[in-house]
């Protein structure tokens, strides 16, 4: 039982370390074909045709990208087996807002998937009058702001945010893994926040977005990702020892 533990708790150190990485490769493509993410700011027409020329390969590299994050969710329960006993209602709070980061994100991304293709084929098609082209433009602009910018970017990554927080304040209190941890996590999570400041920008033009945060939250998530797979894997092999 106890040497089943031990591999079940390696499995999840090599979850957090592997990943982020694996996020990486989906996003990497989108930015090589899709100009992601600076598309998502530009003129919903330009978008469309932009997705259009993309064909099946871009909507089948939106999909994994969507997909890739859900083994995270072995990985978020593993945390809150080891810190439900001293803090419960931390724990149950903080594994709540992990799986509820991943499903915003998923929502966010598949409508790359399953909604966007059929608007942009819409657009694209010769016979589409005018008319319908208006149409297709405001029904972009509505998903894309609801379940891109609200659902996915907004409530995603701050739930993400929520989630990093609480599990830094949980090794912080409870010397889980080494409170270097700890810090790092509450800095990421400070960076990340301050990433939000461009979504409101999109609505509020008095905001104004802080310039490469969104870029630094991101590389300070997958670092701080990697450190807590890395502490988790180590923790195994002593428990083995």
Known sequence: MKNESIKWSLYMGIIFVLVPFLIQI?????????QYPDILRKPAETILMDFHKGGSFLVWTWWFFGIS???????????????KDKNPLLSLA?????ISSLFFQLIGLLRWVFVIPVLANLYADPLSSDLVKEAVIVN??????????????????????????MVSISIWKDFVFPRWIA???MFSSLVYLLAQWELFAIVIPEV???????????LCWLLWMVSVGIQIIKKSFENNS
Request: no cysteine; proline share 4%.
């Open 26 to 34: 989906p996003y990497t493509i989108l930015i090589i074909n899709f």
């Open 183 to 185: 810090v790092f996590g």
């Open 94 to 98: 903080t594994v709540t807002f992990g």
């Open 69 to 83: 994050g859900l083994p995270l969710i072995f990985g978020y329960f593993h945390l809150y087996q080891h810190t």
């Open 208 to 218: 104004r977005e802080i310039p490469l945060t969104g870029l630094l939250g991101s």
């Open 140 to 165: 972009f602009q509505s998903i894309h702001l609801l379940f891109g910018v609200l659902i996915g970017e907004h409530l995603g990554q701050l739930f993400t945010i929520f989630w990093m927080l």
